[in-house]
């Protein structure tokens, strides 16, 4: 029978292998050892070290892990000094301010006869409100960044107008409905424009409100409008679709153009697909290169916008 050597597998051991590989600063080993010997027996008097390899390399979500496993309820009770530092730490480099704040000054008023610790504490505050100063610089140039995009897109290629639509996000209401009312009167492209739209359909953040729309200043209601994917027409177009192709692939080709033409075309489609079925018929002759008459002023309009989005 072969003989099986077994290596020692004993909580002294692994803690100093774990010391070893620290002290030659390789900190992901440390963590490893660390790990086997904390699983053969857990050790409250291993845990600030244990985080704090962590936290200099950078492992958050573990710690964060550790800290939900082995402490559910640090938030409302302490552990012990060096724990509660450790997971202000981590609750900083998280970026859960607020959060952090509330644990700070509740630590200083709990360790208040532990100088050395509440020194700790007013440090780790000190580096708290820095980020917070530096969140507040960064969110103010963001602000003004955007606002400088919005007041010259009409500069901006598709792309480029297209990136200012998420940062709106990073704006007050105030601001919000401030620089939707300035995009809608713009030279937004106007499938941009219909999904700012739609986005205030969802947000109920603007009612009442006017737009340019090709050329023309319109009045809306958005307690009147319904996204494009839900208005009649563009239902009327899929069914007819559905009811006269057969062929999968045109099916396919037709229902994604169909879909740019509306969005393009929103909040007032009724010009080109008011009759549907011919529009339909239409868009397959203008694939097939034919030559047609109908609404052909309307089609080179939209092919005018369609390019520009393909210059990108």
């Not at 020692?8 to 086997?36: C, D, G, R, T």
């Not at 700070?104 to 700790?120: C, K």
């Not at 620089?179 to 739609?198: M, N, Q």
């Amino acid at each position: 029978m072969t003989n099986i050597t077994y290596f020692p597998k004993n909580k002294e051991m692994f803690l100093k292998q774990a010391v070893e590989a620290y002290a030659s600063w390789h900190l992901p080993e440390a963590v490893q050892y660390m790990e086997k010997a904390l699983a053969i027996e857990k050790d409250d008097t291993l845990y600030p070290l244990y985080i704090t390899l962590l936290l200099e390399l950078y492992e958050l979500d573990r710690a964060e892990r550790f800290f939900e496993k082995t402490f559910p309820q640090i938030d409302f009770v302490e552990t012990t000094p060096e724990l509660d530092v450790l997971y202000i730490r981590l609750l900083i480099e998280l970026w859960a301010l607020d959060k952090a704040k509330l644990l700070i000054h509740h630590r200083i008023d709990r360790y208040q006869g532990n100088s050395v610790i509440v020194e700790e504490l007013n440090g780790l505050l000190d580096k708290l409100e820095q980020q917070e100063q530096a969140y507040q610089r960064d969110k103010e140039k963001q602000i003004k960044d955007v606002l400088t995009q919005i007041n010259h897109v009409e500069n901006l290629s598709f792309y480029q107008q297209q990136h200012i639509i998420p940062l709106l996000n990073h704006l007050d209401d105030a601001l919000y409905s401030q620089s939707v009312h300035t995009l809608l009167h713009s030279a937004l492209h106007p499938i941009l424009k219909t999904y700012l739209l739609e986005i205030s359909i969802e947000k109920k953040v603007l009612q009442h409100f006017n737009m340019t729309w090709f050329g023309q200043t319109v009045e809306l209601d958005v307690n009147q409008l319904s996204p494009v994917m839900d208005h009649a027409l563009y239902q009327a177009c899929l069914k007819y679709i559905e009811e006269v192709v057969q062929d999968e692939h045109i099916k396919e080709m037709l229902i994604k153009n169909t879909l740019l033409y509306f969005s393009i075309l929103y909040p007032f489609p009724e010009v080109l697909f008011e009759h549907y079925d011919i529009f339909v018929r239409t868009l397959m002759k203008r694939n097939a290169h034919e030559d047609i008459e109908y609404q052909r002023e309307w089609f080179e309009k939209i092919e005018y916008w369609i390019a520009q989005m393909e210059e990108c």
